[in-house]
């Protein structure tokens, strides 16, 4: 977990960075199985574009290729940051907006671009999911600068709706039955109703915050405390009568997919 100092002086990634995780990002041609129609756009050329943006990466990942022919051609994943781009609550809590980009080489994705938002405090990532959040997917054909430049200017435009929807979490207070209620809510992230029927979890012993920023009874602190624990897999549980330890999210689909349900639960909560 980096601390405030790390984060304000942590570095880019430069492309060496980049290749030693995600290889498949460096893809100069495409699998061999897509169609003859297939437009192969590399995600290096998104990296200089975005670049030229003021959006650089920092952070990547890629999955695991299920069979040889993918290999260097699977799903991977980048974060851009830009520096110039930063929302300071009134209350010290700054926060980073990103831009998540997913795509692949194998000829079953599009570019795709997610908001996101960084929190300094506590260093734990945030996919944003309201209506005004969606998936922005970019074909491979007919891909331009100028295309890109609309959709990343028309993602940051909106980025006062974040705001917005954080102020409302910071002005939602609640109550311990409630937030018990919001714990049980955000479990099904992760858990499926059957899997939840089999497990115990101490609530209280859930919610509580590991850090002493993050303690409070508004519903900004409480999500980002069951945010990161989710993520994290920093809670016990029992199963079968045998205690558990809950495992950390490392596969970025999942990641992704428990953040942005997760906000729109939080969402339901907020006054």
Known sequence: MMNSEDLQTAKYLSKANIKSIAPSVFA???SSEVSKHYTHIPTERVIDDMEVLGWKPIEAKEVKARKNSTKGFQKHLLVFRNEDVVINGEDGDTVFPQILMTNSHDGKNAFTFQAGLYRLIC???????DQQFEDV??????YSFEDLQDLIKDMVEKLPLTVESMNKMKATEMEQEAIIKFAKDALLTRFTKP??????INLDEFVKPV???DAGSDLWSVFNVVQEKLI????DYRSAGKARKAREIKNFKQDMKINKELFNVALEYAS
Do not use: Y
């Open 28 to 30: 100069e041609k495409p």
């Open 123 to 129: 260093s734990n990532g945030l996919v944003i999911a």
């Open 137 to 142: 997917k970019m074909r491979h054909m007919g």
């Open 195 to 200: 899997e939840m029927n089999r497990i115990q």
């Open 211 to 213: 850090r002493k920023e």
């Open 232 to 235: 994290t897999g920093d809670f």
